[in-house]
Each structure stands twice: as structure tokens, then as C-alpha cells.
């Protein structure tokens, strides 16, 4: 199965602050069809997880456009320009190019 | 869209317990399904998936003792659970196979 690497684990942030978090595969995400499947969700406290980000930088519908994210193969990023309270829990990448769909660890976003 | 699941509850080990998810406000019939589990105070753990013409994946985990199943004139998704163990025990979520609804959960626990 492909194991998704995410880093930090966690990560204190101040209201504003710009962040990023890393998530790196085992093997290349790129499909043969030339799709990469690798998307990034947020649950927050209490809530389901939800989609931010899809097929690596594409923004999912009503998601600020504070977030973004980048990335090629084996390594990707989610970059958050300005960090706002509602950005706080725990961030999720997925993949799904291999099956079985694999998650990455998360990481937690709290408040410093 | 809405996905509801429901079914979760208390059973001991050994015995089995079926979860269903109710779909609404897109063709069931056109999406694949997941389901994923979340243990407590852990990450996201992918559990099985259908697809629109209802083959089948499951986790390694899982293999053998849980079967998804999906009902289109029902618009529901199941996922029927025997042998159950006590890691068995988390949040059991459905989500549209492109991870961007996904239900509130239902809790299983197993214990004696």
C-alpha cells in the first residue's frame, strides 16, 4: 500500500501567519491517465472531515482561496496564506491514483 | 447533497452489526462510495469501497468479515460488519467516492 508521510505532525500557528504542510508518498502519484490523485481535507473538532483541495491544487467550490495547494510525484504541499480561526483541526492528504486509498497521519493546526 | 448514516451502536465481540448511509441530492447511482473509519483520538482508516457498477476493494484489516453493498433504488450504501473485534471500535463514516461530501458518522463500539 502507498504510505503518505505528513509533516509536521503538529503545528502552532498565530492568526495570519501563512503555514504549510507536507505530504510525501511512497511511490509516484501520477496515474497513467495523467491525473494525480491527491487530495487534502480538514476536520474540524467535533465535525466530518471535508474536501479543500482536489487532483493536487485544484480548489474544491467555497473553499477560501487562502489555501492552495502544489506539488508533483511524491511530494506535495497544502500552503495556507494567513491562517484564521476557522482554520483550526486537523489536516488530512489522501490518495487514491493506488488502490487501496491511503491517508496520511494528519496534521493538527492549533493556535499559539 | 446529504449523507446520513446510521445503524452504529454497542455489540460484542464476535457478534456483527450493519451500517447504512441514505444518500440525497445527487444520482446515487452514478457515484463509487467509501467508507472510512476513524478510531478514537486517531486519523482517518480507510475501510472499503464500491463503485457505480458495484465492484468491490476492501482494507487488508477488514477483509473476509465486512461486506459493502449499495441499494440503488434505495439511494442507501451499506456495509455489513461480522466477526467484529474490538479495533473494530471508531466512527464509521460513508463519502462520495470523490471525498467531497461526506456523512456525519455513526459510532461503533465493541466491547463485552
Known amino acids: 500500500d502507498v504510505v503518505l508521510t505528513q509533516t509536521p505532525p503538529t503545528l502552532s500557528a498565530t492568526i495570519g501567519q501563512s503555514v504549510s504542510i507536507s505530504c510525501r508518498s511512497s511511490?509516484?502519484?501520477?496515474?497513467?491517465?495523467?491525473?494525480?490523485?491527491l487530495h487534502w481535507l480538514l476536520q474540524r473538532p467535533g465535525q466530518s472531515p471535508q474536501l479543500l483541495i482536489y487532483?493536487?491544487?485544484r480548489l474544491e467550490s467555497g473553499v477560501p482561496n487562502r489555501f492552495s495547494g502544489s506539488g508533483s510525484g511524491t511530494d506535495f504541499t497544502l500552503k495556507i496564506s494567513g491562517v484564521e480561526a476557522e482554520d483550526l483541526g486537523v489536516y488530512y492528504c489522501?490518495?487514491?491514483?493506488?488502490?487501496?486509498?491511503?491517508f496520511g497521519g494528519g496534521t493538527k493546526l492549533e493556535l499559539k | 447533497v446529504q449523507l446520513v448514516e446510521s445503524g452504529g451502536g454497542l455489540v460484542q465481540p464476535g457478534k456483527s452489526l450493519k451500517l447504512s448511509c441514505s444518500a440525497s441530492?445527487?444520482?446515487?447511482?452514478?457515484?463509487?462510495m467509501h467508507w472510512i473509519r476513524q478510531a478514537p483520538g486517531k486519523g482517518l482508516d480507510w475501510v472499503a469501497y464500491?463503485?457505480?457498477?458495484?465492484?468491490?476493494v476492501y482494507a487488508d484489516a477488514v477483509k473476509g468479515r465486512f461486506t459493502i453493498s449499495r441499494d440503488n433504488a434505495k439511494n442507501t450504501l451499506y456495509l455489513q460488519l461480522n466477526s467484529l473485534k474490538s479495533e473494530d471500535t471508531a466512527i464509521y463514516y460513508c463519502?462520495?467516492?470523490?471525498?467531497?461530501?461526506w456523512g456525519q458518522g455513526t459510532l461503533v463500539t465493541v466491547s463485552s
Open positions: 464500491i463503485s457505480s457498477s458495484s465492484g468491490t
Open positions: 489522501v490518495q487514491g491514483t493506488h488502490a487501496p486509498p491511503t
Open positions: 463519502a462520495r467516492g470523490t471525498w467531497d461530501y
Open positions: 487532483l493536487v491544487s
Open positions: 511511490q509516484s502519484l501520477l496515474h497513467s491517465n495523467g491525473n494525480t490523485y
Open positions: 441530492g445527487f444520482t446515487f447511482s452514478s457515484y463509487g
